[in-house]
């Protein structure tokens, strides 16, 4: 089952690197489809690649990815447990971020293919268009980080991206209180 889960990640994948279904297609030098094991308990999902992962076509590489790594470090985790990937695949001009049209074409044709093969227990959001690509939802993550409803079978975790973690100290404070919730979840 592994390999045949393995071998269609594997075609969504190369249907990614080739997709002009939006216009995100026309700037990006490469789509970032996501990495991890597959299938896998835990899903990460940021909101777009930014200039690093543009370039080489891997997701959260560059310094949010750092952060990441060391934040899953501190639950006791490392990164290549976890399936992680964004909320659209290609970088949008300028890191402006993903319009409501292009979040509803990736999750359509690829977004939601990816989440049925892999199927996570868990998805953690991280940060407000993470938040609105699955839940439909533009709430302050002041007000709802640290939630973890459920929603269509699986558990949620919503917490704050890395990039507004790294740059102000209260919010890193709140997303290591959240990470901690998601070590008692495990
Ligand atoms: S953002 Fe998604 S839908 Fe748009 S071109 Fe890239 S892969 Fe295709």
């Given at each position: 089952?592994?390999?045949?889960?393995?071998?269609?990640?594997?075609?969504?994948?190369?249907?990614?690197?080739?997709?002009?279904?939006?216009?995100?297609?026309?700037?990006?030098?490469?789509?970032?489809?996501?990495?991890?094991?597959?299938?896998?308990?835990?899903?990460?999902?940021?909101?777009?690649?930014?200039?690093?992962?543009?370039?080489?076509?891997?997701?959260?590489?560059?310094?949010?990815?750092?952060?990441?790594?060391?934040?899953?470090?501190?639950?006791?985790?490392?990164?290549?447990?976890?399936?992680?990937?964004?909320?659209?695949?290609?970088?949008?001009?300028?890191?402006?971020?993903?319009?409501?049209?292009?979040?509803?074409?990736?999750?359509?044709?690829?977004?939601?293919?990816?989440?049925?093969?892999?199927?996570?227990?868990?998805?953690?959001?991280?940060?407000?268009?993470?938040?609105?690509?699955?839940?439909?939802?533009?709430?302050?993550?002041?007000?709802?980080?640290?939630?973890?409803?459920?929603?269509?079978?699986?558990?949620?975790?919503?917490?704050?991206?890395?990039?507004?973690?790294?740059?102000?100290?209260?919010?890193?404070q709140e997303m290591e209180k959240d990470f901690r919730k998601l070590?008692?979840?495990?």
């Open positions: 089952m592994k390999k045949v889960i393995e071998k269609e990640i594997h075609s969504i994948d190369e249907g990614i690197k080739c997709c002009i279904k939006c216009r995100l297609c026309e700037s990006r030098k490469n789509a970032v489809p996501g990495e991890g094991p597959v299938p896998c308990d835990l899903f990460i999902l940021g909101e777009a690649p930014g200039s690093m992962e543009d370039r080489l076509g891997k997701p959260f590489i560059g310094m949010s990815g750092k952060f990441l790594e060391k934040m899953l470090a501190d639950i006791g985790m490392t990164r290549e447990q976890i399936y992680i990937t964004s909320s659209v695949k290609c970088r949008p001009p300028k890191n402006r971020p993903p319009k409501d049209d292009e979040l509803r074409i990736c999750k359509e044709n690829w977004l939601n293919k990816q989440i049925s093969l892999i199927n996570p227990k868990i998805i953690i959001l991280l940060g407000k268009t993470a938040l609105k690509q699955m839940m439909g939802i533009s709430e302050s993550l002041m007000d709802c980080h640290g939630r973890m409803p459920d929603h269509d079978g699986r558990k949620y975790l919503v917490t704050f991206h890395p990039a507004a973690a790294m740059r102000f100290p209260k919010i890193r070590k008692s979840l495990i």
